[in-house]
């Protein structure tokens, strides 16, 4: 009887509904959804989780685990919004409960802790970011001696990456070097060495990277006592955006589900786009056989975001894929206006072109919160944001330089981190190098004896600084024990933190006085964590994003436009995007080693982005591009062409438009491109 059901599945089609209800709100089999882009995979995520609780489902039973932190907030949102109409007053209970919502990261830290003691690690462990975990490896090398004796030994960077990409792939070192960095295979001996020597030194300092956050779940996952506890825990996991897992996070969740009961997993295969951090689109491929008992699949293909215009355009664009196994979508969403192809000719022209055509769709009612502008890597943006700051437009940028990395907001840290983890050297020379008169070899000292000391705050007061640092020593020490013995409230700590830190701030930095706000903004931040543990572990996992006002993320009701790189914004939609240099050098990127595969997966970024549309989509195309990546020659640009994504073939689904600033037209530079001898022209006149 269709008047019994609730309200919310009247509002999904067939296909949906059919993954909402799939074992009616009880553990059923392994599902797949697997559909294009706006076909609503993560709207019916939402349902099915609501419709399991509605049904009776313990939400503290579920895991839920999206791509970004904020992906999983809205879904929560979203969850307890459908489940609360039917549930009525036990809405924001919901919310609440579902609070294994989160990343594959952001969980794996708080399991590990949970399991900490059981599994040998100690809990009190500090995670260290990208920046940090490079500087460890640095640290390695150098101890090694692989960095001076080796002049063209692979940087920090690349040594990380191919250690990350190794653990994240689950592949032998050889195989990595071999396919995705060709350049260093001469060096397999070496990096294996340091490798070992990076293990140990992240063991001895008790600190996690993000890939040992995978890492340890799945073998923590794999013992099989500890299996059937974590498994027992949960009785439903559903992932979305499960195109961009690698080997290491599907095995987890078989390890967490080793017959496919209670798991559902959506995602796209034609948006896969993270295979330089190992994601194996082959995950989602092979998932319907991937347990005793097949899978079901469910497939949708109608698209609700996007306007039949720009989604004839993107499925123009994939449906030059080689190999792809989801549908070209359709969509009933009418519209005459074809999206945008608009010629530009240059960074700074681009720039222009953009900020009047958000001004002109604001004037026209759009809030800049509707409207964003992608790029490829977070560099593009450049010139738009100069111009953006000029003319006063407010911008946050997801996916770029972060809030948190920042010098005086790491400091800040660095010190709460240090508290945490006595151990945790990276940390540990970062703060003691704010004293004046503490150099490198001092605080050598200073962190040998807090990885020995059993009482690190008595140890501290014991050690007698230099003499220069003398003065500043008695403050440091007073400030560490109290953080040591948490003895007042966390958010009184920081605020110590900050009071200590002002006068070093002053004495490093002229701007300081930004500098104090950002801090301000930092403790403003903080007041939304419980314990300083949980601020730093998810701080440090998924920071805040940098915007235009120097004081740290604007208010909920500002408006402002959204600026961010293709790969923060999957999952996201818009009324209006603006994708900057469409260009072959930028999407593709200049591939010198790319192989026919690192290709596709660009044509793929590009459909990722053109699919973040719902009215509006203009992709810009300079025609003088600066290839940042490339050593600088004379002049610096390049000249362009539009992206190889974009044949001629496929022109007729776009309005190819040539755009000129008011501004360029007073430039010298600018004038036709013709020559005329009018002195010529004046004396052959007279002939
Ligand atoms: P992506 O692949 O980009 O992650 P998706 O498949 O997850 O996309 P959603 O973000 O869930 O798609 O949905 C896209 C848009 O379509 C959203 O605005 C959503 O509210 C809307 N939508 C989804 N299903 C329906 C429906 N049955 N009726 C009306 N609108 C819908
Ligand atoms: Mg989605």
């Known amino acids: ?117 059981t599994i040998g690690l100690d809990p009190a462990f500090t995670i260290h970011d990208r920046e940090d975990s490079a500087d460890l490896m640095n640290l390695a090398r150098h101890e090694l001696g692989f960095s001076k004796t080796e002049s063209r030994f692979p940087t920090k960077g690349t040594c990380l990456a191919i250690y990350s990409r190794t653990v994240n792939a689950q592949a032998p070192l050889g195989e990595v070097l071999g396919s995705a960095f060709p350049w260093c295979a001469g060096w397999a001996e070496q990096l294996k060495t340091l490798f070992a020597g990076y293990v140990e030194a992240k063991q001895a300092q008790n600190v996690l990277d993000y890939d040992d956050l995978l890492l340890y779940w799945a073998q923590m996952a794999a013992e099989p006592e500890i299996a059937s506890h974590l498994s027992s825990r949960f009785d439903h996991v559903l992932v979305d955006e499960y195109q961009d897992t690698n080997r290491l996070q599907a095995s987890i969740l078989s390890a967490l589900k080793p017959d496919g009961a209670g798991l559902t997993v959506v995602g796209d295969d034609a948006q896969s786009i993270y295979s330089f951090r190992a994601a194996e689109v082959r995950n989602i491929l092979d998932f319907p056989q991937q347990f005793a008992r097949a899978a079901d699949v469910i497939m949708l293909e109608r698209n609700y975001r996007s306007t039949v215009t720009i989604l004839a355009a993107a499925n123009a664009v994939i449906s030059e894929a080689p190999e792809r196994f989801t549908k070209n979508l359709w969509s009933e969403r009418k519209s005459s206006q074809k999206p945008k192809l608009v010629s530009v000719r240059d960074e700074a022209e681009q720039a222009n072109y953009v900020c009047q055509a958000i001004l002109a769709e604001r004037e026209a009612g759009t809030v800049l919160t509707s409207q964003a502008v992608l790029f490829r890597a977070s560099h593009h943006s450049g010139p738009l944001e100069i111009e953006l700051t000029r003319r006063n437009i407010p911008f946050v940028k997801f996916g770029g330089l972060k809030f948190l990395d920042a010098a005086h907001v790491k400091d800040v840290l660095a010190v709460l981190r240090f508290a945490e983890n006595p151990r945790d050297r ?131 009701d500002e408006d402002y436009l959204i600026l961010s790189t293709i790969h ?23 591939l010198g080693v790319g192989t026919k595969e690192d290709i596709e997966e660009e044509r793929r970024l590009l459909y990722v982005a053109m699919t973040r549309a719902k009215d509006g989509l203009h992709l810009v195309t300079p025609q003088r591009f600066y290839p940042h990546n490339q050593p600088a020659r004379g002049d610096r640009n390049v000249y362009a062409s539009r992206s190889r994504f974009i044949p001629a073939s496929i022109l007729g689904t776009f309005e190819q438009t040539s755009w000129v600033s008011v501004h360029a037209k007073d430039d010298p530079r600018h004038r036709p491109e013709v020559r005329v001898d009018l002195g010529a022209r004046m004396r052959g006149m007279w002939k």
């Open 1 to 117: 009887d269709s008047t019994l059901q609730p309200a919310y599945l009247a509002k999904l089609n067939a296909e949906q509904r059919l993954a909402v209800e799939h074992g009616d709100g009880q553990i059923a089999g392994p599902l797949l959804v697997i559909a294009g882009a706006g076909s609503g995979k993560t709207n019916t995520l939402a349902h099915r989780v609501a419709h399991l609780i509605v049904k009776g489902a313990d939400p503290r039973r579920i895991l839920l685990m999206t791509f970004s932190r904020r992906a999983a907030t809205e879904m929560a949102r979203r969850v307890e919004r459908i489940a609360g109409e039917v549930l009525g007053r036990d809405a924001s209970v919901i919310a609440d409960a579902l609070s294994w919502a989160g990343t594959f990261h952001g969980i794996g830290a708080r399991l590990l802790r949970d399991y900490a003691l």
């Open 426 to 556: 990276v940390a540990g020379f970062r703060v003691l190098q704010l004293l004046p008169g503490i150099g490198p070899s001092a605080a050598s000292a200073v962190v040998e004896i807090m990885a020995t000391s059993l009482d690190e705050a008595m140890g501290l007061a014991r050690y007698r600084p230099p003499q220069r640092a003398a003065d500043d020593w008695p403050a440091f020490v007073a400030l560490y024990s109290g953080l040591r013995a948490r003895s007042g409230k966390w958010l009184a700590d920081l605020e110590q933190v900050r009071l200590w830190y002002e006068p070093h701030l002053e004495r490093m930095h002229e701007d300081a006085t930004t500098r104090r706000a950002d801090l301000m903004q930092l403790e403003q931040i903080a007041s939304g964590y419980a314990s300083r543990e949980r601020f730093l572990t998810e701080l440090t996992l998924d920071p805040p994003d940098a915007t235009s006002d120097q004081a740290g993320p604007p208010h909920r």
């Open 568 to 590: 923060s914004a999957k999952g996201q939609e818009w009324k209006n995007v603006f994708v900057l240099n469409t260009v072959d050098g930028c999407i593709p990127a200049d």
